[in-house]
């Protein structure tokens, strides 16, 4: 079974400081990974994911199959960026449209 | 394109009675999860459905179905309701099993 740990439930960050939301997974097999967000009052919406290697926002994220992470990142954070941020993954096999999600990580950028 | 949409958005219903809540696809999206999100347990997965074939399930009791149409629009059915049931439940829709997928608003359901 597959499981996506966040440990932070709650980050608070400076305006302008770098910011990073931890994502462990644990997974045998070779898992797509996603970070989605929820701005206030918004419907869930997906940030980026790993195979794309995008930059969205300012947001990267590289998936570390050794430590089993995918840790969120940003170099300068923004007031804007304040939100629930989830990661979540998706096994291969007969897990159709299955998301497993962490718990979410509330960020609160301070000005 | 038009995002994906739920209805209806709120409901109360009483305990011992069923609700069907409805989920609109973005156009051309074939699969439909469905998810419930509480406070304790987060976001968890109900089932999918791919070409009106439910092809995936989460570890919900059997009070807890669906269906889809040959248009895409699902729906879920929760039978005889527990307050425990009390939920937001969100659907969503892909391309693919694994691609990535777009939420609904979600549907605000409060069991009294």
């Known amino acids: 079974a597959q499981r996506v740990t966040q440990p932070e439930k709650l980050l608070s960050v400076f305006k302008g400081a770098p910011v990073e939301l931890k994502c462990n997974y644990s997974?045998?097999?070779?898992?797509?990974l996603f970070w989605y967000v929820q701005y206030s009052r918004q419907r869930l919406q997906l940030l980026l994911r790993?195979?794309s290697r995008e930059s969205i926002k300012g947001f990267t994220a590289d998936l570390n199959k050794g430590e089993t992470s995918f840790h969120l990142k940003k170099p300068f954070a923004q007031e804007e960026d304040s939100a629930m941020y989830y990661c979540?993954?998706?096994?291969?096999?007969?897990?159709?449209?299955?998301?497993?999600f962490g718990q979410g990580t509330i960020l609160t950028v301070h000005p | 394109k038009a995002g994906v949409t739920q209805t209806p958005r709120y409901l109360i219903k009483t305990r011992g009675q069923q609700v069907t809540l409805s989920c609109s696809p973005i156009?051309?999206?074939?699969?439909v999860s469905w998810y419930q999100q509480t406070p304790g347990q987060g976001l968890q997965f109900l089932f999918e459905?791919?070409?009106?074939?439910?092809?995936n399930k989460g570890n919900f009791p059997g009070r807890f179905s669906g269906r889809q149409f040959s248009n895409s629009r699902s729906e879920m059915n929760v039978s005889t309701l527990e307050l425990g049931d009390s939920a937001l439940y969100l659907c969503?829709?892909?391309?693919?099993?694994?691609?990535?997928?777009?939420f609904g608003p979600g549907t605000r359901l409060t069991v009294t």
């Open positions: 969503a829709s892909s391309l693919g099993s694994r691609a990535e997928q777009y």
């Open positions: 997974y045998s097999g070779s898992p797509e």
């Open positions: 790993h195979i």
């Open positions: 979540a993954l998706t096994a291969g096999g007969t897990s159709y449209g299955k998301l497993t």
């Open positions: 156009s051309g999206h074939r699969s």
């Open positions: 459905y791919f070409s009106e074939t439910q092809r």
